[in-house]
Structures are given as structure tokens and as C-alpha cells.
């Protein structure tokens, strides 16, 4: 049977794109812009977008060919450029960035090579359904229900809660293929993406109507620029949010809408499900008693947070811009503390850089334990991290492939697209440099700090450095600026002289197995007491200091906990025998 010119053609053209298409560099452009209109159809499940996006050419090389991505459950309508359609293939693109598992990727022939550095201002038309969907987690073994309690993401009639890359692709990008089965490959791929998105904007205007003369459900969208809007047009009643992302890398663009009702405080607003009141209260009574503490730390908050329920009482919490969406349900009144913690401390303190936002909210749900329950209460909070962080630490001694040198710069804090890393581990290293410089040294340095002038790594170590006589610049450089790994403290030995009845002096040796060093607690415990001092071992180095102590000594401990290290069952040293007279 023959095929008609025109499918003949058509074949042709599918097939000498699908082979251009894996020689597509898809990350050549990045998107500096977006001015969207977003429709949203409750009762369908739909979404609609008409809007404007801008692409610059990052590459050394003129571009002619761009990659546009959405979800696989949108689909591409139209894509212009200078008010002319544009040629174009949509195809499906195996990636775990979305929640499907899959893309939908329109591979545009632009119409004109695009210089590097150069823009396309591109108009897009796109519109699909987001229904409940844990594909890329199903595929790879897990439970339905533990799936969509991690991708909880949809549009309902009842309930509409829908998070942006990395969940679901409801605005175009482009990304090279993440998989969730490759480690750290979909954080990574990420990671990249935010990178490039750091500088960019978003502002796009989401509205959802009713027909039947009743008020549309409650529009909550994670940023605090947003202007709500009400409309009536006969029986139809519409809502609208006008909203704009000056740095667009910072925050996972999100909206929720249901029938919430709401407890609104000073600096936060909880917004809940019917039959919730009670735990929504107890969780606003516990940012009102944060609130002084994060102040006194971070200062006041620049805008009001809000705390939203999610319907799934076991989904997994989700916290971006000021917004928090959480199951409010199965809250624990004791950690509701922690939670509001962190987003106030979000609300006050901004960075561009992962390692001091995230770094510093989890550091002050620390210090708000310390604060509340004691130093060993925060030690055991950062001793829960401690074995996903050693954990990370073995994994990238398997996977990496990179010279160590190289591999050093790509993990640091500075650099890392590791969540594990610039949460868990930045929190450590900022309780380490409390403990190194004071509380107050490292308020004053946190207070002086300027998202804006945050130039270059090293901008927040010379703000804390002004702030003390101490040298912080081998710490940095074994923590921050290069991933070190961790440390491996032991006692090597311990000498133990009686100086006069009620005087023993210990010569103790502290030996550091890992590259990295740390100032670290050093603990002596004799009959009926104990004495704490600290003490500085470089990496791969021994250091030694002398004790005194009024009895005999029993045991020596290395590190009560406040310093991450890869083994610390070497910890204990029990002294032997009588002193030396």
C-alpha cells in the first residue's frame, strides 16, 4: 500500500526531527521571563495559559532550535513569534521533573538564529487537564497511596493544590532528562534549573469563576506581591490573582484553592479545612510565641506568612515563598513550633544562595528547641539529620567520577544542588559558627547582611569575620567552600599527672581522621562532675591540650553531637589506672 505525499512528508519530517532531537543541547536557553494568563476549571480539572515568554541564548553558538516543555496531561495549542505561527514538533519526553513522569516538549524552529546572549520573545498557548498522578513514583515500586501523598498535586472541585517544577510543569520549561531511579539525578537536573532561573521573573494573573452565583472557592498563591480581584458578571462570579516573581529561581511558583477558612494572626495567616479549626489554632498560638525569637535572630518579617491545609491528612508538607501547604489534620502541637520556626525565620531572611536560606531556617527550628527544652534537645534534633547526612557523604564517595579537587568545588555548600547538603549540613555548619563566635557576633553579622550585595562567596564570611578577631577562613574553605566531607574525631591518648591533692592534669591528644576540620567540644568526666572545653583539629592533624580536673579522671568524650562526623562510635576514651604522681 502506498502513502500519500502528504504523510510521506509528514513522516519525514517527525522522523528528521526525532533525530535532531537527540542532539538538542535542551538547556541552551534560559527563560528570562514569563507574563501568563492562567485559567483555571474546577469542575473539569482544566488549565488554560495564553501568555508572552522571553528566551536568551546562553551558548557560545547562534540558536535556531528551542525546547519548550510543559506537562505531558497539558497540551501545546500555539506557539508564535512576531504575531507568525512558528514550526513546531510536541513529543513525549520521559522525565521525572513532573509528576507524570513524562513532558510534553514542543522542539521550535525559531525564525531567526538567535545570537548568543540574543532573546526571542515567543507567545504560547497551552491547556490540559492536572489530575492526581504519582506515575514517576508507581514505575519505580512505591505504594499508590504513599505516592500520591508525596505528589499530592491536582486541580478539584473541593480541593486544588498545585505546585511548579519539580512537581509539575504547569508553566514551560526545558530540562535535559531527570530520573528518580539515578540517585541525586532529578535534584541535580533541579538544581540546574533554579540556577538559571536565579535572575529571572514571573508574572502571570491565575483566575477561577463560578456559574451557579456562589462565590468562588479562596485563590492562595506563594507570593506576597499578589493583588486579589473579584468580579461579577451576572450569575458569574470570578476571582483573580495578579501576581509577579522578581527572582524566579527562589520559589516553586504554587497555587491552592478550596472553601478554606481562616485564622488570621500578626504575622501569619492559617487557612483551613472544614472540621481543622482546632489544630489550625494551636498552630497559630505557636508562631505568636516564635515571633519574638525569630525577630531577635532575623528580625521582623517583611511580609505574612501563610500556613494552608492540605485535604491528604498523610501528605508531605511543602513550604515555598511564604506560603506553607501542610496537613494541619495530623499537625503535632510540639513541633508546630518548629514549622512556624522556619517560616518565619523564611519571612524575615532572604538569600539567594541555598546554604544561608535554607541553611538558616532549619538552624533556627534548632535554636528554638535549644530555647525551649535545652542545648541536648537541639543536639538530638541535629542527631536525627545526622544519619541522611553521613549517608549523602558515602553515597558521593561511590558516585563520584570527577578528580577529588574538582569534586571538592562541585559538592560545597556554595555550589551543591543536594537539598540534604544546603539543608541538613548548612544547618550544622551554622550552629558550629555560633558556637565558634557567640550569639551575638553572629546576630550582628545576620542583621548587616543585603540579599543584593551578596556578590560572591565569600560575601557572609567577611560579615561574620568583622565580628570577631578569630580566623574563620580555614573553616569556610573546609565547610563552604569546598566539600571536605566530614570529620572523624578520636582520642589517640591521654597522659594524666597529679599536680597536688585536689589538681589532676590530663595531656590529651585529639586525632582527626577526616579532611575536614572543626572546633569541637572535648568532655573530661570524673567522680561526681565534668569539664568542657574546645578545641581545633584541622583535618588529617592531631591537636593536644591540657586539662585540669580536681579527681581523677574516668572517661574522655570528643564531640557531644553539635559537629557532623562520619563515625562517631570512636568517641569514648576511658582513661586507665591511677595518675601518674
Known amino acids: 500500500m502506498k502513502l500519500s505525499s502528504v504523510r510521506l512528508v509528514s513522516l519525514l519530517l517527525f522522523f528528521a526531527s526525532a533525530v535532531h532531537a537527540f542532539s538538542l543541547d535542551r538547556e541552551a536557553f534560559t527563560f528570562t521571563s514569563y507574563d501568563l494568563n492562567v485559567r483555571v476549571e474546577p469542575e473539569q480539572q482544566r488549565l488554560g495559559v495564553r501568555g508572552k515568554i522571553t528566551l536568551r541564548n546562553d551558548l557560545q553558538a547562534p540558536q535556531k532550535i528551542a525546547v519548550l516543555q510543559i506537562s505531558s496531561s497539558l497540551d501545546w495549542r500555539s506557539i508564535r513569534a512576531g504575531g507568525k505561527q512558528l514550526q513546531f514538533v510536541s513529543q513525549p519526553f520521559t522525565s521525572d521533573i513532573d509528576h507524570t513522569g513524562t513532558l510534553s516538549e514542543a522542539i521550535v524552529t525559531l525564525p531567526d538564529a538567535v545570537a548568543p546572549k540574543g532573546t526571542v520573545d515567543l507567545e504560547i498557548a497551552y491547556e490540559g487537564v492536572i489530575v492526581l498522578d504519582a506515575t514517576r513514583l508507581t514505575r519505580l515500586g512505591a505504594p499508590e497511596a504513599t505516592a500520591h501523598s508525596s505528589d499530592w498535586d491536582q486541580i478539584g ?10 512537581y509539575v510543569a504547569w508553566y514551560p520549561i526545558a530540562t535535559e532528562a531527570a530520573d528518580l531511579s539515578e540517585g541525586k539525578n532529578l535534584f541535580e537536573i533541579l538544581g540546574r534549573w533554579k540556577a538559571r532561573e536565579a535572575t529571572s521573573n514571573m508574572h502571570f494573573k491565575i483566575s477561577v469563576s463560578r456559574d451557579d452565583g456562589e462565590r468562588p472557592p479562596e485563590l492562595l498563591v506563594n507570593e506576597a506581591s499578589c493583588r486579589t480581584l473579584f468580579e461579577a458578571v451576572g450569575r458569574s462570579q470570578m476571582v483573580s490573582s495578579d501576581c509577579t516573581y522578581q527572582l524566579l529561581g527562589l520559589v516553586v ?7 478554606f477558612e481562616l485564622v488570621d494572626r500578626s504575622a501569619i495567616e492559617i487557612y483551613y479545612l472544614n472540621g481543622h479549626d482546632v489544630s489550625a489554632t494551636t498552630y497559630a498560638d505557636a508562631a505568636v510565641k516564635v515571633l519574638p525569637f525569630t525577630a531577635e535572630w532575623f528580625g521582623a518579617p517583611r511580609s505574612r506568612v501563610k500556613t494552608v491545609d492540605l485535604a491528604d491528612p498523610s501528605a508531605s508538607p511543602f513550604e515555598s515563598g511564604p506560603l506553607l501547604l501542610t496537613p494541619l489534620a495530623s499537625t503535632d502541637p510540639k513541633l508546630a513550633g518548629l514549622a512556624a520556626a522556619h517560616q518565619l525565620t523564611h519571612a524575615a531572611f532572604s538569600s539567594p544562595r541555598p546554604w544561608i536560606n535554607e541553611g538558616l531556617a532549619h538552624f533556627a527550628q534548632v535554636l528554638y528547641l535549644e530555647h525551649q527544652n535545652g542545648r541536648q ?23 563520584t567520577t570527577a578528580p577529588r579537587s574538582e569534586d571538592e568545588v562541585n559538592q560545597s555548600l556554595v555550589n551543591t544542588y543536594d537539598e540534604e547538603l544546603y539543608r541538613s549540613k548548612a544547618m550544622c555548619v551554622w550552629w558550629m559558627l555560633r558556637d565558634m563566635v557567640g550569639d551575638q557576633a553572629l546576630k550582628n553579622a545576620l542583621a548587616s547582611y543585603r540579599a543584593e550585595q551578596d556578590k560572591e562567596p565569600s560575601y557572609m564570611q567577611r560579615l561574620i569575620q568583622a565580628q570577631t578577631p578569630r580566623d574563620l577562613e580555614w573553616f569556610f574553605d573546609d565547610w563552604v567552600y569546598r566539600d571536605r566531607r566530614l570529620p572523624d574525631f ?65 572517661e574522655i568524650v570528643v564531640n557531644d553531637g553539635s559537629v557532623p562526623e562520619s563515625d562517631m562510635t570512636n568517641n569514648v576514651f576511658k582513661t586507665e589506672g591511677d595518675a601518674a604522681k
Open 157 to 166: 472541585t473541593k480541593f486544588t493544590a498545585v505546585r511548579g517544577v519539580g
Open 253 to 259: 511558583p504554587t497555587f491552592a484553592m478550596a472553601n
Open 377 to 399: 534537645a537541639a543536639l538530638d534534633y541535629m542527631g536525627s539529620h545526622r544519619s541522611a547526612l553521613s549517608a549523602v557523604e558515602s553515597e558521593k564517595r561511590k558516585q
Open 490 to 554: 578520636k582520642v589517640a591518648s591521654a597522659f594524666t599527672r597529679q599536680t597536688s591533692p585536689e589538681v589532676y592534669l590530663l595531656t590529651i591528644t585529639v586525632g582527626n581522621l577526616g579532611a575536614a576540620g572543626a572546633e569541637v567540644p572535648l568532655t573530661v568526666k570524673f567522680d561526681g562532675g565534668e569539664l568542657t572545653k574546645r578545641l581545633v583539629v584541622r583535618g588529617k592533624s592531631n591537636a593536644v591540650i591540657r586539662v585540669e580536673v580536681p579527681k581523677s579522671p574516668q
